[in-house]
T-cell receptor, first 116, second 114 residues
């Protein structure tokens, strides 16, 4: 199955700084790379995703970059704010092109704390 | 107009009891999932149903039995509850045709086994 490694497990930054979280995966056929945000006591929600035909996607203060050769993708948050504090998960679909039925393998999660 | 809903939100019970969690989605998705999130926040898939058919069954004790009466519902029944079953259980749904993989999660059910 797909192996997903996410780092760091915790990240503490000052408000206004940038934060970067990285995920590596094992299946070179993977073609879809989402990031989910889970605030304390809430459900995980998709915040940004990227498909394998592009190398970068941006949405206001968040961006995702993809390096297919090295099999890793990263979440970048600029000008962090206290409300960015949450757990962030990367995910990779199982068996791209196969009978994955949308199954996602999630990374271990990164607890981001933004200090005011 | 909640997209994915679960009941109950909290469940506190004694070891050895049997309990059920219900999930409903009104997004018209064809696939539904159950995840377990432990105290370390790791999201582990347990089951997945596609058009009412079980297609993913991870290594989960057979005390856990999912049931999908129709495409919009996926329930989880747990027999003989153990302390280690304490966790937050999330239901999710997605549409797996086309290129969609986005999963929409329910609010979660916090299960505490005493």
């Amino acid at each position: 199955g797909e192996n997903v490694e996410q780092h760091p497990s915790t990240l503490s930054v000052q408000e206004g700084d940038s934060a970067v979280i990285k995920c590596t995966y094992s299946d070179s056929a993977s073609n879809y790379f989402p990031w989910y945000k889970q605030e304390l006591g809430k459900r995980p929600q998709l915040i940004i995703d990227i498909r394998s035909n592009v190398g970068e996607k941006k949405d206001q203060r968040i961006a995702v970059t993809l390096n297919k050769t090295a099999k890793h993708f990263s979440l970048h948050i600029t000008e962090t704010q206290p409300e960015d504090s949450a757990v962030y998960f990367c995910a990779v679909p199982l068996g791209a092109g196969g009978t994955s039925y949308g199954k996602l393998t999630f990374g271990q999660g990164t607890i981001l704390t933004v200090h005011p | 107009d909640t997209a994915v809903s679960q009941t109950p939100k909290y469940l506190v019970t004694q070891m050895g009891n049997d309990k059920s969690i219900k999930c409903e989605q009104n997004l018209g998705h064809d696939t539904m999932y159950w995840y377990k999130q432990d105290s370390k926040k790791f999201l582990k898939i347990m089951f997945s149903y596609n058009n009412k058919e079980l297609i993913i069954n991870e290594t989960v004790p057979n005390r856990f039995s999912p049931k999908s009466p129709d495409k919009a519902h996926l329930n989880l029944h747990i027999n003989s509850l153990e302390l280690g079953d304490s966790a937050v259980y999330f239901c999710a749904s997605s549409q797996t045709t086309g290129t969609g993989y986005t999963q929409y999660f329910g609010p979660g059910t916090r299960l505490t086994v005493l």
